[in-house]
């Protein structure tokens, strides 16, 4: 029976890995920080769960124990995690780290996380160039963590993925239209609504974890959805989903926090995925395929049947100023006054 470890595994990438491997036939051992974030289904099917920190050495140490066939880092953000993940994936027959688009920059060097966004001349492959390595952003760090990795000669497959949707997210942006849906509002504001910022769903991304352990090689791969949804599409996939029907405000612009959503990008950013395609790669299923995973979690997650620690991330700073109901209404009424 081949085995995987997948490091924070309980997570959506881990969980969607975990869940494809074990229906597989294999032995999945997942690690994180706490046993209550392993769905039930995981445990039922044999996945094994090791309280161990990212940076905990002798807990991941001792999680991979002689070795497995397949390794995945969901939690690698820089040189120094890399250089960890390296003393284990020397015991693994393949090693996937998790990546990400941020990693990409445009001609005039600006990337996902700059003030001014890119502006890529088309899909985005693998040989785009990227911002430099370095500890002084997201993106720095991960492009110093693959340098590592791949640097090392061992067959290393890097994933870049983009804006992740799957249960268990720890940022489900669909909880912006979800929550709306939840508390029946008669309106969605939507700021440019035509935006274009690639998705990646944790089953398409699992998919392709899949192969890189059936073809272990030193490799980039990019990882995303076989469409790419507009951010009105993704408002429209998941009211019509969940039954309900609103009006569409489209704005060019957001008017303070009014239309603001995750999605937002001035300039379309899609990934080429024709390198893990060449490779064998299959996708599980478009955004609308594929989202409703992480839509019936989140409707569960509000009902209270996940645990205070998800609503906890669902209040967070990330999502109050894109539900700011009453800056909506306010702006709903003058607009209805003019």
Not at 175 to 185: A, E
Not at 301 to 307: I, K, Q
Not at 321 to 327: H, I, K
Request: with cysteine.
């Amino acid at each position: 029976m081949p085995r995987a470890l997948i490091l924070g595994g309980t997570g959506s990438t881990g969980r969607a890995t975990a869940r494809l491997l074990l229906s597989a036939g294999w032995e999945v051992s997942l690690t994180g920080r706490d046993a209550a974030r392993v769905p039930a289904d995981i445990t039922a099917a044999g996945g094994r769960f090791t309280a161990a920190d990212r940076a905990d050495v002798g807990g991941l140490a001792e999680a991979l124990g002689d070795g497995a066939d397949l390794l995945v880092d969901c939690l690698c953000y820089g040189a120094g995690d890399a250089t960890v993940l390296l003393a284990l994936a020397r015991q693994a027959a393949s090693t996937v780290m998790i990546s990400g688009k941020a990693v990409y920059a445009d001609a005039a060097g600006r990337h996902a996380n700059s003030a001014v966004k890119p502006r890529f001349d088309g899909p985005v492959s693998e040989t785009q160039p990227t911002v430099p390595p370095g500890d002084d952003g997201y993106g720095e760090g991960k492009v110093a963590a693959e340098h590592v990795l791949l640097d090392s000669g061992l067959p290393v497959t890097v994933i870049r993925p983009g804006l992740i949707h799957g249960d268990g997210a720890r940022m489900p942006r669909e909880w912006v239209f979800v929550k709306r849906v939840l508390d029946r509002r008669p309106r969605i504001f939507l700021a440019r609504p035509d935006a274009v910022n690639q998705t990646t769903a944790a089953a398409n991304l699992a998919a392709l974890i899949q192969l890189a352990a059936a073809k272990p090689g030193r490799r980039i791969l990019n990882a995303a959805d076989p469409d790419a949804p507009t951010a009105l599409e993704i408002a429209r996939t998941i009211a019509r989903y969940l039954g309900h029907s609103w009006d569409e405000v489209l704005l060019d612009e957001p008017a303070g926090p009014v239309g603001r959503h995750p999605w937002e990008a001035p300039y379309p950013v899609v990934l080429e995925t024709t390198a893990g395609a060449s490779l064998g790669y299959e996708p599980a299923g478009d955004y609308a395929t594929t989202v409703t995973g992480e839509v019936d979690w989140l409707v569960r997650a509000a009902a209270g049947a996940e645990g205070p620690r998800v609503i906890g991330d669902l209040d967070g700073d990330f999502f109050w100023p894109m539900l700011d109901y009453a800056a909506e209404d306010r702006y709903a009424a003058g607009s209805a006054c003019g």
